[in-house]
Every structure is written in structure tokens, then in C-alpha cells.
């Protein structure tokens, strides 16, 4: 079987963090007889077509090299609403992605095209199979559903590109409910994408009371709610992973905090450098909101490393609370601190969460499960459309 991604986020090296579990589900559908191509936007410093980890990817320019600013950054949709640069690139996006999406159906022919983010791909994806007849497989992973819960006028072309869908995924039972909600009717298919089980394994010595945290600095991932948490648990430190558009306003935050020397921020990571963090940290710390599922949660887990997070967005389908991690309301920050002292002062208890949340993730996040469910996916598809 062949299968044609089409995507605005993908690796852009081997190792690279953006759309990595999209190259991790590509290179676990071989075990399952299925062939992936990526069609994905152009950046700086990227080739027109390459492979990665063999894993053939063409890359479209859509804009002026000094304007293809838009992917690989998690910023899209705000990018675009800020500035007018921004939407002259993304009609140049539009029409360069749906050239290549036609190109690359005809020279391929696949059996099935998967779309990742209903916007801006599930849209062109759609094009291309009404024009070609080809089975499409919408997946939708969170940030896309925000867009159309949010902005009425996206709407149209939200159900536009559901009632075209042979099959619609989301990665959490949450996330399938917001997209119903957009959509009565909808009953999309729950279906996560995979984590590195072979990457994220325990290993190292673990630290006493250092944290982790690892997600973009912005207001959804909620690092603020876990920095103020950590005045009330005066010996606990903390290591942030990511950046983002809040850097600023974080580390001022600290400081004002008295945190500062308790926070050491790593910037953006290769998944091989955050592994031993993960191996290393008493536990991980996901105060977002929203989240659609949280793959950094079951990344941690992986890793024996518990997991404290607010009870939100897609992270419950991640995090059994007390038994793999410990969940808490959505904003609570005193419930958070005592979360996090909990974790200090019950060793044995963190221990055994732990290891019963490495199993849960391996039998839900896995490479090759993941790959099984998704295989099963499109073979429905193309029973429905043959």
C-alpha cells in the first residue's frame, strides 16, 4: 500500500522536533506493508526533495526563501492574523501546496492520502480527492480544532473538509469531542500518534527534586502555572525545555518569583538530548490547557518518570491519576504545588507510578501499535471507496 502525508509540519533533519511523530508513524507503517511519500512546505537550508531515515519528503516553495516563515514553528495561525506578510504567504501556500498535493497524486497514485491538521492540509488534501477520487484520512491534533472552535468563519471550510474525509482521526477522546461539538454528527476515530519506545527508555541517575518541563513557551502550554506552583515547594528546581514567543515574560516571571536560580532553561532540544532529562527528572510537569493529548507526557512515562499535569484537554487519556502520574484541576496552582510536594515526599509511591505508567504508554503510544491502528484506518478507507 502506498500513502501519500500531506502536512505543514514535518522533520526537517533526522532528530528534529517538529512533526516528529509523524516520521516516527511513517517509518512504523513499513512494518505493516505500507509505503509513506510527505509532501510538507519548504523552509531555509531545505532541499527540494529528500529522505530522512529513508523516508522520501518533497518540499514546495510557496514564497519569496525570506517569507517561508510559516511552518516548523507552531505560530501559524497567529502569524497569519498578525500580519499581512504573512497571509500574502499563505495564498502563495495554498496554491504551491495544492500543485504539489495534484503532482504528487498523479506520479504516485497512492492508495490513500492522510492529511495531519484538518487546516491547512485537510483542506488541500480534500481538493485533491474530490479532483482524484482518492480515499482521504483527516487527522486533527488539536491546534487545528481550536481554529475552528474559535474563528466562526473557518467553519465552512472545516465541514468542507470533514464531509470529504473516507475517515476522520483525532488524537484524544477530548479533542474528538471539541471537533463534534464544532460538527454534530462528526464520530471521529480515536487514534494517537506514536512516541520513540526505543528512544525514551529509564535509564541514569535520578535526581531528588528537579522537574521537567517541555513544550513551547506560550500561554497554552502553561509554564507560568508551574513556576508560580514552585514557590510553595521551595526546594524543588526545574529544567524548561522550549521556547517560544513568552521566553521573556517567563524568565522575568521567575525572577520576580525569586525562581531564578531555580529554573535553567535549555532552549529547544533534539528528541536525543531530552531523552536523558526525561530519565533523569523526579518527575515531568504539563500544566497546559487544551492540550490535545500531551505526547510528552507518555514520552516521560516511557522513561519511568511520573507525570503531574492539569486535568485537561487530551492529557486524561495519557495520565491514569495515581496511578501513572497525578492529575489536578485545570488552574490550580495550590493543588499543583501539593502535587508536586507529593511527589517529593512519597518516593515509593512516584516509583510505582512510574513503572505502571511505562506499560500503560508502551501498550497506547508504541511505534508499532500505533502503526497497526492506523494501518486497520486506511484499509476501512479504501474497502469504503472501492
Known amino acids: 500500500m502506498r500513502v501519500l502525508f500531506l502536512t505543514h509540519s514535518f522533520p526537517r533533519f533526522s532528530g528534529d522536533v517538529p512533526g516528529s511523530f509523524l516520521h516516527r508513524l511513517a517509518v512504523a507503517l513499513r512494518t505493516e ?143 474528538g469531542a471539541e471537533a463534534t461539538a464544532v460538527m454534530p454528527g462528526l464520530a471521529p476515530i480515536v487514534a494517537p500518534m506514536p512516541v520513540a519506545a526505543e528512544r525514551f527508555t529509564p535509564g541514569g541517575r535520578r535526581h531528588e527534586n528537579r522537574f521537567l518541563f517541555v513544550g513551547r513557551l506560550n500561554e497554552q502550554k502553561g509554564l507560568g502555572h508551574a513556576l508560580r506552583a514552585m514557590v510553595h515547594v521551595p526546594q524543588a528546581t526545574i529544567d524548561v525545555v522550549g521556547d517560544g514567543p513568552d521566553r521573556d515574560s517567563l524568565e522575568l516571571l521567575a525572577t520576580e518569583r525569586g525562581l531564578a536560580g531555580r529554573v535553567v532553561w535549555h532552549g529547544q532540544l533534539t528528541q536525543l538530548e531530552l531523552a536523558p532529562l526525561y530519565q533523569s527528572a523526579t518527575a515531568l510537569v504539563v500544566p497546559s490547557t487544551d492540550e490535545g493529548l500531551g505526547l510528552v507526557a507518555a514520552e516521560a512515562l516511557l522513561c519511568e518518570t511520573p507525570v503531574i499535569a492539569f486535568r485537561s484537554g487530551g492529557l486524561p487519556d495519557v495520565i491514569s491519576h495515581g496511578r501513572s502520574g497525578l492529575l489536578v484541576e485545570a488552574g490550580d496552582e495550590k493543588a499543583f504545588a501539593g502535587a508536586m510536594q507529593r511527589v517529593l515526599d512519597r518516593p515509593a509511591e512516584s516509583r510505582a507510578m512510574a513503572k505502571a505508567g511505562r506499560m500503560s504508554a508502551i501498550a497506547a503510544f508504541s511505534p508499532e501499535a500505533v502503526a497497526r491502528r492506523y494501518a486497520g484506518i486506511y484499509r476501512d478507507a479504501i474497502g469504503r471507496n472501492g
Do not use: C, K
Open 33 to 175: 506493508n505500507i509505503d509513506v511519500h510527505v509532501v510538507a512546505p519548504s523552509a531555509a537550508g531545505l532541499a527540494p526533495s529528500e529522505r530522512i531515515d529513508g523516508v522520501p519528503v518533497e518540499r514546495f516553495r510557496y514564497a519569496p526563501r525570506s517569507r517561508e516563515t510559516l511552518a516548523y514553528t507552531g505560530t501559524m495561525a497567529q502569524d497569519v492574523a498578525a500580519s499581512w506578510g504573512a497571509r500574502f504567504a499563505m495564498a502563495g501556500y495554498m496554491g504551491a501546496g495544492l500543485a504539489s498535493g495534484l503532482r504528487a497524486r498523479r506520479r504516485l497514485a497512492p492508495d490513500v492520502i492522510h492529511a495531519h491538521w484538518w487546516f491547512p492540509s485537510g483542506l488541500l488534501a480534500a481538493v485533491v480527492a474530490r479532483f482524484t477520487g482518492t480515499p482521504l484520512i483527516t487527522t486533527m491534533h488539536g491546534s487545528d480544532v481550536r481554529f475552528a472552535r474559535d474563528i466562526p468563519a473557518s467553519r465552512p471550510m472545516f465541514r468542507q473538509v470533514m464531509q470529504r474525509s473516507s475517515r476522520v482521526t483525532v488524537v484524544s477522546r477530548w479533542l
